[in-house]
């Protein structure tokens, strides 16, 4: 089929049409309760922290080193790829979807050994999230720099 | 009341990423990468820094929470180290997060095998 | 004939087929009609990749027994799957030591191979050959989508690949079904970019061998019984029943597909059906060979549907081409 039949833009049109719509409402919602959810469980882990005597930065610091440690726990166990089929972004976003898309590569691919696959694969979903936030921050910190 | 907060900005921010995600068909990925960076430019111009105050782990939990930090570290390393401070300063304050992800990540293609959906 | 067609003077037996499904599709609406159904989505090997290979293996295997063969009467292997250089079908077939042909034309490999087969067999090439497709739904996520651990949402038009493998020995000497002519689809570019509606990428695709076929053989969708897509699921049904009512043909009651019967998207989750090569070729093999060989289904028109998706040419900004091959079978 070319162009002489329907034409690429009347099919997309067509495509358009046919193809059933993602339920968004009931996604945000979805995404709104279990991203809340897991930003409560860090306040929660944040204030241990605190009343353990530890100070605001390095509390933080440890609220998401244990997130991490429990997205690459539940990623391991095969749960957290249930959660994320639920919660879509609510589970993507926060910092133990990071540790999702680091772990989950890790394991997928340690058939292929522990130095090309695990090794080289680990961030392969995670990479560009710390290519363009270290690149982010070298711009900002630049353009700070020149104008402080 | 903090734990109201933190819900209510957490979920947002995860809203906003999943209306991108079903509107315009942005892979996660790409959605991720902006937000870090998002996050590293509204520290930048002094708004995330307040959000952070308002909402606690409900701004900093989700990934330009992440990209704040990124701010945060090159700014300081800037103050006390000079010009080396633009490259020193970003991996600086997230290295715990990194190293940790590295970590556990390990860790766990050590412990668990690929499982079927 | 025509364009794009060809008939075969000797009669085209399929001989015997082969299916071999994983515990998901063994659940599926068609369950009861696959010979083996595989609990263990590993197959008792270590990796996605190797279990694929081993479902092809065992389909390849099986298919030559019930045709009451052995592997030296097999003259031709033609065989292919979803994953890098045809890694499933290349293992699988490794230990039967025949001439091979790896074919490849993504979900529509078993249309592919059962065209090349026929022709094998009728220009008096081979007496007997096997064809055979597989998929692993675990094996094509990695290598196309995302690491199964990874917590993301498919979309509604999404499908899902098919675990397993469907294999036929095609024979100069055996009994009805025959293949008696087929029509080769012409690759397809409708500047569809979305990888996650491939319904939407073959449509088309399915579309123009299908009116080809028809203007070939002068004949309309009253012709046959059934015509069978691949996996072009309820997103590429739709899509298709309107393309070719545009051409000024009805298939809307004669049109079934593959990756709509595979699954029962109610209770499985598989959004717009199956998919995979698997997936046409498996049905076929299991359920529509036990239709045509009980009459309940005397013609058919199957015509087995592939997405071309390469990553790198993805990446690089190129539209998704499709083909679909158009086989005919009747008793």
């Known amino acids: ?148 | 009341m903090e734990y109201i907060k933190a819900f209510l900005v957490g979920g947002l921010i995860c809203v906003v990423g999943q209306q991108l995600m079903d509107r315009t068909k942005l892979t996660p990925a790409r959605i991720l990468v902006l937000f870090v960076s998002l996050g590293c430019f509204l520290g930048a111009f002094g708004i995330y820094e307040k959000l952070v105050e308002f909402a606690g782990a409900g701004a900093s939990v989700p990934l330009p929470g992440f990209g704040y930090n990124l701010y945060k570290g090159v700014v300081s390393e800037i103050d006390k180290e000079g010009f080396i401070g633009i490259l020193t300063g970003g991996l600086k304050a997230t290295s715990a997060g990194i190293m940790a992800a590295v970590f556990f990540g390990f860790l766990s293609a050590l412990t668990f095998d690929p499982k079927e959906k | 004939m025509g364009e794009q067609s060809a008939t075969f003077d000797f009669k085209v037996s399929v001989k015997s087929t082969a299916s071999i499904v994983g515990a998901k599709e063994g659940k599926g609406p068609l369950g009861k009609y696959f010979d083996i159904v595989m609990e263990d989505i590993l197959a008792g090997k270590e990796s996605w990749e190797k279990a694929e290979s081993e479902f092809a293996r065992l389909g390849l295997d099986l298919a030559v027994k019930k045709a009451e063969l052995k592997n030296e009467d097999i003259d031709y292997v033609l065989a292919g799957d979803l994953l890098s250089q045809s890694a499933g079908a290349t293992f699988g077939a490794l230990d039967m030591k025949r001439p091979f042909f790896g074919v490849f034309g993504a979900c529509s490999t078993i249309g592919e191979a059962l065209s090349l087969g026929a022709v094998l067999v009728d220009g008096g090439f081979a007496k007997n050959v096997l064809a055979g497709a597989s998929s692993h739904f675990c094996a094509a996520e990695k290598q196309f989508r995302f690491p199964l651990e990874l917590g993301t949402q498919r979309p509604p038009t999404s499908t899902w690949t098919v675990t397993g493998e469907g294999a036929a020995v095609l024979s100069r000497e055996g009994g009805p079904p025959y293949i008696t002519a087929i029509t080769t689809g012409r690759l397809v570019d409708m500047g569809v970019k979305d990888q996650n509606n491939m319904g939407a990428v073959m449509a088309p695709a399915a579309c123009d061998v299908i009116s080809a076929h028809f203007r070939d053989f002068g004949r309309t969708p009253d012709y046959y019984d059934a015509i069978i897509t691949g996996d072009l699921g309820y997103v590429g049904q739709e899509l298709l029943i309107r393309l070719l009512k545009n051409e000024g043909y009805d298939v809307s009651k004669k049109h079934r597909d593959c990756g709509i019967e595979i699954f029962d998207k109610n209770t499985q989750d598989t959004h717009s059906g199956g998919s995979g090569c698997a997936c046409a070729a498996a049905a076929f093999c299991g359920y529509f060979y036990n239709e045509l060989k009980c009459r309940k289904l005397n013609k058919i028109l199957f015509v087995p549907t592939g997405a071309i998706l390469n990553p790198t040419s993805f990446m690089q900004g190129e539209n998704i081409p499709s083909v679909a091959h158009a086989v005919v079978i009747e008793n």
């Open chain 1, 1 to 148: 089929m070319d162009d002489t039949y329907i034409g690429k833009e009347k099919y997309k049109e067509m495509v358009k049409e046919t193809a059933p719509k993602s339920k968004t409402t009931a996604n945000s919602f979805r995404a709104f309760i279990v991203g809340g959810g897991i930003c409560v469980i860090g306040q929660i882990i944040h204030n241990l922290c605190l009343s353990a005597g530890a100070g605001r930065d390095s509390a933080g610091t440890y609220t998401a080193v244990v997130l991490i440690f429990l997205g690459c726990l539940l990623t391991g166990l095969g749960i957290y790829d249930k959660i994320g089929k639920f919660a879509g972004a609510g589970s993507v976003v926060p910092i133990t979807g990071f540790a999702n898309s680091v772990s989950a590569p890790a394991i997928e691919f340690k058939k292929e050994g522990y130095v090309l696959g695990v090794g080289a694969k680990i961030f392969v979903v995670a990479g560009p999230v710390i290519v363009y936030g270290t690149i982010s921050s070298i711009i900002v910190g630049l353009i700070y720099y020149f104008t402080r």
